[in-house]
């Protein structure tokens, strides 16, 4: 199995920008569809973005379209978020997650297979 370790969270004011990875470990990372999923305090887990094998095909929630962007570098085994005119309320632990599906760009938490730990990102006012 593969295993996922979230990087990147942290402070930003809003309006500012960040950038998330998800470094893999394990197995040939290039197998797997990988998601960024996110949760609020009292929240549940939310699709933010996700993306197949290749990096080829994504899929965005819309309230992030034009604003962050997934990207991948399987020769670095890693899966990144670029967040930019961050606001308040994208504050939230921000997770990746794989499917073992090479194709799955779905949103639904269900379809994956391999969870990291979260990193927080909180952005202020």
């Known amino acids: 199995q593969v295993q996922l370790a979230e990087s990147g969270g942290g402070l930003v004011q809003a309006g500012g920008s960040l950038r998330l990875s998800c470094a893999a470990s394990g197995r040939t990372f290039s197998n797997y569809g990988v998601v960024w999923f996110r949760q609020a305090p009292g929240k549940e887990r939310e699709f933010v973005a996700a993306?197949?094998?290749?990096?080829?095909?994504?899929s965005a929630a819309d309230f992030v379209k034009g604003r962050f962007t997934i990207s991948r570098d399987n020769a670095k085994n890693r899966v990144d978020l670029q967040m930019n005119s961050l606001k308040p309320e994208d504050t939230a632990v921000y997770y990746c997650?794989?499917?073992?599906?090479?194709?799955?760009?779905?949103?639904?938490?269900?379809?994956?297979?391999?969870w990291g730990q979260g990193t927080q990102v909180t952005v202020s006012v």
């Open positions: 997650a794989a499917a073992d599906d090479g194709s799955v760009v779905g949103g639904t938490p269900g379809l994956y297979d391999y």
């Open positions: 993306c197949d094998w290749s990096g080829g095909a994504t």
